[in-house]
């Protein structure tokens, strides 16, 4: 009975392990799943998605040790890829060994397209070579893998290598076949790495990497990758591309060779849409790269473009434009340039560019416009009357539009005017680059105001604004001499160097009274004092007049026409003997027309610093010379004022100087009213009938040259009136350099 029951226990044993067998190979993926499905079929035939074109299978390591024990498994990882490098989801794959035991974990890829299993080799340690394989229909891939007695240390890892865009391993590089650099980092214990940042480096005049900056963050599996693509078009070489990693401390590095071929890429030929346009309009222009007789469209390339319009600024065009599957594409904009303009495109990096010609209609005229005037600030002169900085010559500018507003070269224009008193030098011109049209026109003998017309051969024209010829030579009757301050105080004063005692003006116009041109130089002569500068005793004329210093000095008493001056010499009309009047300067201002003298006098009192004949002018025996004594002024009723009048004069019987104030002082018993006028005022030349600007006919120095004040002194009574007062007051003269006289009066007011 024991034996039976020990057969049918042994017999059960061997059933119960069948079963095992059965279900550890399903487990391993040695059957169940569905890998026909990755061929894109369905029961019915018709075709369900994408195929399987690639499986890459990983290990976590390269070895695994005979011992068999727990943790020292090795992971193994299949990627799956459609032709498009796209990871499939919910593939099967069957993970198989030729010896060892597979413990699959995920049979079916998951969302990144991985399934992954486990290789143990318990029960036998024997040291020997495994190969794995990864199956997923009729694509496969295996890994061999290395039964060591001894493990090496266990220390972070990282590899790299290089795969193409079908995921297949490949160190070729082209513009047309990228690569990519996968980096797989494992720490210690051979697990992945997540987040580990790893910097890829290669020679950059071979390689450019995306993302650009050459770094990446390593996944879930431990996996980092950048894509790896020519620097240029025309790069070639070999290199090594680097991976630089820091795990717990640990500085890893992985590398991997590479090759990289030239891209032969070439431009085809322009296309002009459309290929002749009107004037302004606008053209699309494209261009293919192709690589062969196909499309280069493995990375962008910027196409540069150029014409001879756009240099000029007769056209707009974008100066680059990147490819887009493989066309490149930009606008053409006319702005005038109404010619054939040569289209070039070029690229770097491409040997040949690519050219085209488009057809652009010329714009047509539309407007002219006067735009400048030379000279802008002032006329020009009568022909042959000349002067600094002035010209007998005007400068035109018009400028020709088209019917765009942009100026138009090349464009005829005629210049004509109604005026015959100038002269056009230049009657037509051609626009230049600018539209611009340039001519002059010189002036004539007369003074005028004229317009220049410009015409297109189209009919079209402008008028210029007026130009006015005028400022000749100067004239005698326009010859006017002037003095600032004609009675100064300089018979006992120097005025020293640096202020003049006052300043004398000269003006001078042409026959049209208009101001001369600038710079006539114009002489003065003095027989008293000086005048002028130690440069020169003139001076030029700016617009028309200029002045000169004149100063008080010695000599202060003339000599008959000492010196000699035009106004003195000669037998012109004007000319006259100089006063020989005591403190009289006479001034001679002179110039030429190229021809005649021109001259003209005036004069100029040294006047006295005291007021030595003073006379009362309304006096009962008028006129009454002051004597310095009380005068006496009689009386009037204390209700009213009395108005007197004083001529007061200098020591020479000249007048007082310009500014000198004439006031009522220590006033006793009475009221200063005022003084009119207060102070003395410029005081010329003259006699009964007039001034007389020479000084001519006032020769004696008894002539009283001085000037009229009235004095008004009322009462101080109190009303009623009770008693008669005596009042009395000063007259006080005071000059503008501090110089007093005084003279006293008395007034009687009565009561009734």
């Not at 049209?512 to 001076?539: E, R």
């Not at 000599?555 to 008959?560: G, H, L, N, Q």
Request: proline share 5%; hydrophobic share 35%.
């Amino acid at each position: 009975m024991y034996k039976t029951t020990t057969g049918l226990m042994s017999t059960l044993r061997e059933w119960l392990a069948l079963l095992c067998c059965a279900t550890l190979l399903a487990a391993c993926g040695g059957g169940g799943g569905n890998p026909g499905a990755t061929t894109g079929t369905n029961n019915n035939g018709t075709t369900t998605g994408p195929k399987v074109t690639s499986v890459v299978l990983v290990s976590s390591a390269d070895t695994i040790a005979s011992s068999g024990a727990d943790g020292t498994e090795v992971t193994l990882s299949a990627l799956v890829k459609d032709a498009n490098n796209l990871v499939m989801e919910n593939q099967t794959v069957d993970f198989k060994a030729d010896s060892g035991n597979i413990v699959v974990v995920s049979k079916t890829t998951d969302a990144t397209g991985t399934a992954t299993a486990r290789l143990n080799v318990k029960g036998d340690t024997s040291l020997r070579t495994i190969t794995v394989t990864a199956t997923v229909g009729t694509v496969s891939a295996t890994k061999k893998i290395q039964v060591v007695g001894i493990v090496p240390p266990t220390v972070p890892t990282a590899t790299m290598t290089l795969v193409n865009s079908a995921g297949a391993a490949s160190n070729s590089l082209s513009s047309a076949t990228p690569l990519t650099a996968r980096t797989t980092v494992r720490d210690k214990d051979n697990k992945p790495v997540a987040n580990a940042l790893v910097s890829f480096t290669a020679d950059d005049k071979l390689v450019a990497f995306s993302p650009s900056a050459g770094t990446a963050l390593t996944d879930a599996n431990g996996v980092a990758e950048v894509t790896m693509r020519p620097a240029s078009l025309s790069a070639s070489g070999a290199g090594t591309v680097s991976a630089a990693v820091v795990v717990a401390g640990t500085s890893l590095d992985a590398t991997a060779n590479f090759s990289v071929g030239a891209t032969a890429i070439v431009l085809g030929p322009l296309s002009l849409s459309p290929a002749s346009i009107p004037a302004y309009g606008s053209s699309v222009i494209t261009v293919d790269v192709l690589a062969g007789s196909a499309k280069y469209t493995e990375q962008q390339l910027n196409i540069a473009f150029a014409s001879n319009c756009v240099t000029a600024g007769k056209a707009t065009l974008a100066a680059t434009a990147p490819t887009s599957n493989g066309t490149a594409q930009v606008v053409y904009r006319d702005q005038g340039c109404g010619n054939t303009d040569q289209i070039t495109a070029s690229a770097s990096g491409i040997t040949k560019a690519s050219t085209a010609n488009l057809v652009i209609a010329a714009p047509k005229a539309a407007s002219i416009q006067f735009s400048a005037a030379s000279p802008t600030d002032r006329s020009i002169v009568i022909k042959g009357q000349g002067g600094i900085g002035r010209t007998e010559t005007a400068t035109l500018t018009f400028k020709v539009f088209d019917t765009f507003g942009k100026p138009l070269a090349g464009q005829n224009v005629k210049f004509s005017t109604t005026s015959t008193s100038v002269t056009i030098n230049k009657l037509s011109d051609s626009t230049d680059a600018n539209g611009d049209v340039i001519t002059t026109v010189n002036s004539g003998s007369v003074p005028t105001s004229f317009r220049i017309t410009a015409t297109l051969d189209n009919g079209a024209s402008t008028t210029s604004d007026s130009i006015v010829v005028t400022t000749g030579l100067p004239v005698q009757r326009a010859f006017s001499l002037s003095v600032v301050s004609p009675n100064v105080e300089g018979w006992g004063y120097d005025s020293g160097p640096v202020t003049p005692a006052t300043n004398v003006n000269i003006l001078v116009a042409d026959q049209a009274g208009n101001p001369v041109p600038d710079g006539l130089p114009v002489v003065f002569q003095t027989n008293l004092g000086s005048i002028g500068t130690s440069s020169k005793g003139a001076c030029n004329t700016v617009n028309g007049g200029c002045s000169v210093d004149f100063r008080t000095q010695a000599p202060r008493v003339a000599s008959p026409n000492v010196p000699s001056t035009p106004c003195n010499t000669g037998s012109a009309g004007a000319v006259s003997n100089d006063s020989v009047r005591t403190g009289l300067a006479t001034i001679c201002a002179s110039t030429t027309d190229g021809t005649n003298t021109l001259f003209a006098k005036a004069a100029i009192f040294l006047s006295g610093s005291f007021a030595t004949n003073v006379y009362w002018f309304d006096a009962p025996t008028a006129p009454l010379r002051l004597t310095g004594a009380p005068t006496d002024l009689g009386s009037v009723a204390s209700t009213e004022s009395k108005v007197i009048t004083l001529e007061i004069n200098d020591e020479n019987n000249n007048p007082m100087p310009s500014g000198t104030k004439v006031e009522i002082t220590s006033v006793v018993n009475a009221v200063g009213i005022g003084v009119s006028p207060s102070t003395v005022q410029n005081v010329f030349p003259h006699t009964a009938t007039g001034d007389v600007l020479t000084g001519t006919g006032i020769d004696n120095s008894s002539i009283r040259q001085g000037s009229y004040h009235q004095i008004s002194i009322g009462s101080a009574q109190a009303k009623p009136c009770l008693t008669p007062l005596a009042g009395t007051f000063n007259v006080t003269v005071t000059t503008p350099k501090g110089n007093v006289t005084s003279y006293p009066f008395k007034l009687a007011f009565t009561c009734p």
